[in-house]
């Protein structure tokens, strides 16, 4: 049977043995989730591999939003060793005896602070470090670390306690509630776009169904543009299985859509900026995408080679010299398009790397590490999550985390892209702290403060018929609409003026929900856009 190693405080001997094992299992997930449906769509725009995912429920939820934002994530791969990326010169005697072989020259580390260096493959960020377009987040983790690849990427993507395992990630829990039938009537654009890798759970719902399908050139993109799908839904056996293969079908075909929008989107936008590499090949692809006008708010991109347990020193250095000028080509490259403004993208990694080096001249399975963030909107370059401390390590002889990766990615969602604050805890898991990045939904103009309370919404059955009830945060207009499963519009239930803390309860008319099974409800309120599902039983 097939477990997954948790790395303690191991010989190196040990953790080479449990980190071979790790991978083994972490290699056979990603051949399975390889061979099924994978998130949204999947196809090659420029040689690049691309994931639409087409029914995430936040996706879903965001393309109703009036925020033109985007949020670009970076998964650095493997593992990045946060002491030779962020270089503690305030302590660099202790450092350097741990890491006698690989120790960053303190006179090559590029000056941040008086306590802290960059590494100095990453010269070319160091622009946007004077220009107050970057702030570093230090020492970010989880309570109780795991140091498995397959488990602690599974955290990462899920949000969840390293002793609680959830198949749901933060991104694909978010709107659920909002979008049950998502697979039926998906936006007209994609809401994220995971290019390179596989489909990532942090984009997986509570169906646990990934939606994608792989096609693997350019022609059989434009083939799909073209029919508008592959697969025949109702030439299946009538059988269990037959109907769990047209389900499959039909959520593959639902994704085609998108097809034609993204390779237009990419035909139309252009590349201003010069890319290297994989992470390049990536950023460029969605750098068209932006500025060809596709509209999704959410990117994922993906550079590997992380795990770097031998022979680290090159290795590292080619690894966050890609990095640095990938992402200064990238923010270059919207610059021309004006949306360099509008954009913001973040680093993170399964973990850092133990503070001694092993006898490999590489590092083992760590802990905390630091986290990048880049853009103009940071308003000021900066540091948060204390320093890293070198004296008072861990059970595992590991750096202890100060920052927990959760709170970032609240913030993100409440502040970068506005999202409604409870809905951010119900998506991550409960009431993360907010951190000040530096910028804040007020300063959009189509975002009123007093939603920082949410607009308060539910379904509630009296003698078997479904009234919304609506409880006001502020004064405002509210119009109350009615979809079925379909997403076609049953009629209009309820438009008027209201005051704060009103109270509506709003019955929804019988005439509209004849046919039993879901519904979904629409409510606008100063323009932002609420949903919700109803289930009618029958009469």
Sequence with gaps: MCQDHHLAKHTSTDQHTDHDADHDKWN???????????????????????????????GMGLSTSNADRVLVMIKLKGGNDGLNTIIPIYDYSRYQNFRQGIAIPQGQALTL?????????????????????????????????????FRSSDIWASASDENVTWDTGWLGRLFEDQYPDFLVSPPAIPPAVQIGGLGNLAFMGTDNVNYAVTVSSPEQLAYIAQVGGLYDANDVPECAY???????????????????????????GSNQASYSGS???????????????????????????????????????????????????????????GMDSKTLAFTYSEFGRRPQQ?????????????????????????????????????VNENL??????????????????????????????????????????????????????????????????????????????????????MGQLMGSVHQGFHFENEKLLLPIPQHFTRIPGYYLYKINFQGKLYSGKCLVTGR
């Design 28 to 58: 056979r997930r990603s051949f399975l989730k390889g061979l099924g449906l994978a998130g949204g769509a999947s196809f090659l725009l420029g040689k690049t591999p691309i994931n639409t995912f087409a029914a995430s429920p936040l």
């Design 113 to 149: 602070s008086n306590e802290l260096g960059m590494h100095p493959g990453m010269s070319a960020l160091q622009p946007y470090w004077q220009s107050g377009s970057m702030k570093i987040m230090n020492n970010v983790g989880y309570p109780d670390q795991n140091l498995s690849h």
């Design 242 to 268: 037959g109907e769990q293969l047209s389900y499959i079908r039909t959520v593959a075909n639902n994704t085609f859509q998108y097809a034609t929008v993204i390779s237009n989107a990419y035909e139309q």
């Design 279 to 337: 992470l390049g090949n990536q950023l460029a692809v969605v750098a068209r995408l932006m500025k060809g006008g596709l509209g999704t708010k959410l990117y994922m991109v993906t550079l590997d080679g992380f795990d770097t347990h031998a022979g680290q020193l090159n290795q590292h250095a080619n690894l966050l010299q890609s990095l640095a000028q990938n992402v200064t080509a990238f923010y270059s490259d919207l610059a021309f398009a």
């Design 358 to 394: 092993n006898a490999s001249q590489g590092t083992d399975h760590g802990a905390a590490a630091p986290m990048f963030l880049f853009g103009s909107a940071l308003n000021g370059s900066g540091f948060m999550g204390g320093l890293p401390n070198l004296q008072d390590l861990d």
């Design 400 to 485: 202890k985390y100060q920052l927990d990766f959760r709170s970032i990615y609240a913030t993100l969602l409440d502040y970068w892209l506005c999202v409604e604050p409870n809905l951010v805890d119900l998506a991550i898991g409960q009431d993360f702290n907010r951190l000040n990045l530096g910028f804040n939904c007020e300063t959009l103009s189509s975002y009123d403060s007093q939603y920082k309370s949410g607009l308060k919404h539910e379904v509630r059955y009296d003698a078997g018929q479904a009234h919304i009830f609506i409880n006001l945060p502020s004064n405002g207009e509210v119009q109350l609409s009615i979809y079925n499963a």
